[in-house]
């Protein structure tokens, strides 16, 4: 069995004040999906927090991090996987031809 967000224990609580309109509106949406309205805001809560936190720009780390990734972004390549050069040798889906 696939390990999967939704078989983790639920424990914590999270309350929303909202209009009438968004709780519509909400409800509308989850019920379009079949889906209760309590998984789908929080599907798209969790989604959107995701991106936000790989969107981020700014990252604060210490010396000893910084030095280390330093050290990694200068280091000679070592070989490609062979997976890897497959990938890189093919054309990318903007280089094939339409159809």
Do not use: C
Not at 32 to 37: F, N, Y
Not at 56 to 83: G, M, Y
Request: hydrophobic share 40%; charged share 25%; no cysteine.
């Amino acid at each position: 069995m696939t390990y999967n967000a939704g078989m983790a224990s639920k424990t914590e609580r999270l309350s929303l004040r909202l209009t009438p309109t968004q709780d519509t509106v909400l409800r509308r949406a989850a019920e379009a999906r079949g889906e209760s309205t309590s998984d789908y805001v929080l599907r798209h809560a969790v989604e959107a927090a995701e991106l936000d936190l790989a969107d981020r720009r700014v990252f604060a780390i210490d010396d000893a991090a910084w030095n280390e990734l330093q050290s990694l972004l200068s280091a000679t390549p070592s070989q490609l996987p062979p997976a890897m050069t497959r990938l890189l040798s093919q054309p990318s889906v903007l280089e094939q031809p339409t159809r």
